[in-house]
């Protein structure tokens, strides 16, 4: 008995219906934790993972200062963080860093600098965070704003396990995360990776400049190095890359103000009227308003 033949239909593809097949975003169903008040858009975004890669004596204790505790930047009297932890063997000894010490910060600012029992006490911070509702309706009940600033710990990032955790998984608890370090190469893959702003100093090792590059040069289309160098040429000016944008941007930044730099058009100079309208927000040592104004 011969075989049925097997039956086949032939549509053509508009008749089957085919519909939008774009991935599209879903509806965020939390709410919103609003900051206190409005940052420049220059500034990196919070939360966020900001990473500071500068040699020695480049100034990024005063840079962090700047950034944590300026009106300008995320500080002043309406600050952005609700707590700020410094994590950091010098930092009671650094110049620059005495300003956390202040009085009126006694109750915001925690400096560690006890690394042997660090990982316990990030455990303390991210399970204090998870003890909030972030789903909560109630703004008191949602997590606080934290941010925790690494200063100069690569040794111990690399070998903690705890740090991957927390640098993939930090906009769930409400982070921000601060990292300085002397050495791009130094800094485990999960803290690179995860960076949504990065400053840089000046750097004359090759191996380290060339690193920088392989990380983050592709972004800028291969035209990052000139533009590095030239923001970078005056001492305490950094080459500043904002990653976290549909765009990435440069700009440099430092006790000059900020001054956005097309890269893609770069030819080793800029316009001195552009240099002078965008000289705002000069990191100086006068960031800190004084108590009764």
Known sequence: MPKKKKETIDIAEEELGTGDLRVLELRNFLPEIKLPRPIDPRLPDIPGVMLLVMKVKSGKSNLMSW????EKALGGKKPIFDMIYIISPTAKIDRSSQAY???EFSE???????????DGFLRNILEYQQSFDIKSPEEDERPPRVGIFFDDISGYLKRNSLVTHLFTRYRHYNLSLFC????CRDLPTAVRSQ?????LSSCYSVVERQKVLEEWGDLYK????????YCCKERFNYCYLKLDDVEPRVFKAGKDGFQEIDYMNFNGETNAETEEENAENIMDANY????NE
């Open 67 to 70: 950034m944590l505790l300026s």
């Open 101 to 103: 010490f202040r009085e």
């Open 108 to 118: 915001r600012i925690i400096v560690f600098d006890d690394l042997d029992n660090l």
């Open 180 to 183: 300085a370090n002397q050495t």
């Open 195 to 199: 960076a949504t702003s990065l400053w």
């Open 222 to 229: 291969n035209k990052l190095e000139p533009v590095w160098d």
């Open 288 to 291: 800190i308003p004084k108590e």
